[in-house]
């Protein structure tokens, strides 16, 4: 049984179709990278899978471990162990680092105390597993984040999402807008996220630098998916790589 699937979607902004019959499996444990060109419906695709309105699925199915989450909204989404990293990486300007990680479990204790039983079993990762993760952050851990450069910011919202008892991790152009140097200091900790047995669903528009790290690919293109494999084989497939990606 395959961590996630998605079978068949289609997903509409009000009346205009943006997903069709879209589907995906991710394996448990891996990280499985999902390209194309701007506005082929990346974006949407995460969305879906995270419960988030709009956009509406008004068709096929989504399964998480085997479990059908379609329609759910991100607050039920969210509990049964799957993060979106948006690609506008929000975190608490004014807040410190460790402020901004100690967020998700401020949220918990607040929603249980309201009534709202977060159905888990699991607990995120512990404040020092994130600073051994992201030793920036550790270094950092008193400044405001919004005075954290960009990839420094990136680094606190995994790491934020990594708090919650996260199995799957979506993440929304991680590398947007990063130096080089950054991008390499991400990726490994990207890695090491899967490494701990993590499974992570990657949008980029770097589809260079997202193959390198992925296990398997998926490439959509108006909505539909014209190619899926492993990266390896994405890698070697010129025709796909310049006709949709355009490397
Ligand atoms: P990018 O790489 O540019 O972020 P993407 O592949 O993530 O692109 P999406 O953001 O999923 O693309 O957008 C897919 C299509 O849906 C686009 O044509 C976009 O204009 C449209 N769209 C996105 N959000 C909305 C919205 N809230 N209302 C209406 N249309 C939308």
Redesign the pocket.
């Known amino acids: 049984m395959s961590m996630l699937s998605v079978d068949g979607i289609d997903a509409y ?2 009346e ?1 179709h ?1 997903l069709r019959e879209l589907s995906m499996e991710v394996e448990e444990g891996e990280i499985c990278a999902l390209l ?10 995460l969305r879906c899978i995270a419960g988030a309105t ?1 956009p509406q699925v008004r068709r096929g199915s989504i399964r998480f471990r085997g479990e059908d989450i379609t329609g759910q909204p991100a607050e039920d989404v969210a509990p049964q162990g799957i993060s979106l990293v948006p ?1 506008e990486r929000r975190v608490f300007p004014n807040l410190t680092v460790e402020e901004n990680l100690h967020l998700p479990e401020v949220a918990r204790n607040v929603s249980n105390r309201f009534g709202r039983s977060v159905a888990t079993t699991e607990s995120g990762m512990s404040l020092d597993d994130v600073y051994d993760d992201f030793p920036r952050l550790d270094e950092r851990r008193n400044q405001t984040a919004g005075t954290l450069s960009g990839g420094e910011q990136q680094m606190l919202a995994i790491g934020r999402a990594l708090r919650q008892p996260t199995q799957m991790l979506l993440l929304d ?1 991680p590398y947007e807008g990063l130096a080089p140097q950054i991008i390499e200091t991400v990726e490994r900790a990207i890695e090491r996220i899967r490494d701990s047995g993590r499974t992570i669903l990657l ?1 980029e ?1 770097n589809a260079v630098a997202a193959t390198e790290i992925a296990d398997s690919a998926y490439v959509i293109d108006a909505g539909e998916v014209v190619f899926d494999g492993t990266a390896d084989e994405l890698a070697a497939d010129e025709e796909t790589r310049q006709r949709y990606l355009g490397v």
Not at 36 to 45: I, L, M, V, Y
């Open positions: 902004y009000d205009s943006i194309g060109r701007n506005g082929a419906g990346k974006t949407t695709t709009p690609e152009e949008v528009q």
